[in-house]
């Protein structure tokens, strides 16, 4: 079991282009040992519609 929060934000660059920046951390938050040093990522996705 692994908890997945996220947190993302972006901005419209035009009708067809999007750019966001977002955090993502896994975790199974100590619930099966002790050790549970965990994963952050940070990202920036550029979306193109087409």
Same mark, same amino acid.
């Given at each position: 079991?692994?908890?997945?929060?996220?947190?993302?934000?972006? +901005?419209? /660059? *035009?009708?067809?282009?999007?750019?966001?920046?977002?955090? +993502?951390? /896994? *975790?199974?938050?100590?619930?099966?040992?002790?050790?549970?040093?965990? /994963?952050?990522?940070?990202?920036?996705?550029?979306?193109?519609?087409?």
């Amino acid at each position: 079991m692994l908890f997945e929060p996220e947190l993302g934000v972006g +901005v419209s /660059l *035009s009708d067809r282009m999007s750019v966001e920046a977002s955090w +993502v951390h /896994l *975790s199974h938050a100590k619930l099966f040992g002790p050790n549970n040093p965990g /994963l952050d990522t940070i990202g920036v996705r550029l979306n193109l519609r087409i």
